[in-house]
């Protein structure tokens, strides 16, 4: 158990629909990143946050967005989902930003889009 | 583009033999992570590789890393079946996120 919690750890939806994924990330980490794994493109970086503030963007569509709130947990939106949109997500912390710390994964959310 | 290509991608060994994930990087990085993956399952930090030279090992996994080379190995000694899963190798590029490798599904049969 890495300390991060992922919920819910499944969801089901239908095309156009959107959903939120929630993570709690580890107690003290200041930093949350959120990653897609899919079987065609692999495991992809989607975004970071750091302490409430968007520090780094990655493969993220415009129908994706996210947010860190003050208590430092972070929830990722999905919106106008596609089939294509199936897949594991990933939340990740770490303790800060920069420094060269490990970062711990949750458990996932499996979301599949029907 | 920062790519991280690792091979092989699948790799089925016997139980007690001997074999080397090889993981490459298109970048300069001193920042380079060895995951463990099982089924289903979250990716859990197996090595955190900072220097040059740096070498890990633990039980029957040893990583290493060469950075002028952008070259990370992580050499899997004696196998047995409970180390078969998929070994993901990422690299930090000064960003803090990681990018991944494509991850090499190892099976270890008897």
């Known amino acids: 158990d890495s300390g991060v919690t992922q919920t819910p750890k499944h969801l089901i939806t239908a095309t156009g629909q959107r959903v939120t994924l929630r993570c709690s990330p580890r107690?003290?980490?200041?930093?949350v990143y959120w990653y897609q794994q899919s079987l065609d493109q692999g495991l992809q970086f989607l975004i970071q946050?750091?302490?409430?503030?968007?520090?780094a963007k990655g493969n993220i569509l415009e129908r994706f967005s996210a947010q860190q709130f003050p208590d430092l947990h972070s929830e990722l939106n999905l919106s106008s989902l596609e089939l294509g949109d199936s897949a594991l997500y990933f939340c990740?912390?770490?303790?800060?930003?920069?420094?060269?710390?490990?970062?711990?994964f949750g458990p996932g959310t499996r979301l599949t889009v029907t | 583009e920062l790519k991280v290509e690792q091979n092989p991608l699948f790799l089925s060994m016997q139980e007690g033999k001997n074999y080397t994930i090889y993981c490459n990087y298109s970048?300069?990085?001193?920042?380079l992570y060895w995951y463990r993956q099982d089924p289903g399952k979250s990716l859990e930090s197996l090595f955190v590789?900072?220097?040059?030279?740096a070498v890990k090992q633990e039980g029957r996994l040893m990583a290493s890393l060469d950075t002028k080379a952008r070259l990370s190995t992580l050499h899997i000694t004696a196998a047995v079946h409970d180390l078969s899963a998929t070994y993901f190798c990422?690299?930090?590029?000064?960003?803090?996120?990681?990018?991944f490798g494509k991850g090499t599904k190892l099976s270890v049969k008897p």
């Open positions: 970048t300069t990085s001193d920042r």
């Open positions: 590789l900072l220097s040059n030279g």
């Open positions: 990422a690299v930090d590029p000064w960003t803090g996120n990681l990018i």
């Open positions: 990740a912390s770490s303790v800060e930003q920069r420094e060269v710390h490990e970062q711990y």
């Open positions: 946050y750091y302490n409430g503030e968007e520090r």
């Open positions: 107690s003290g980490d200041l930093s």
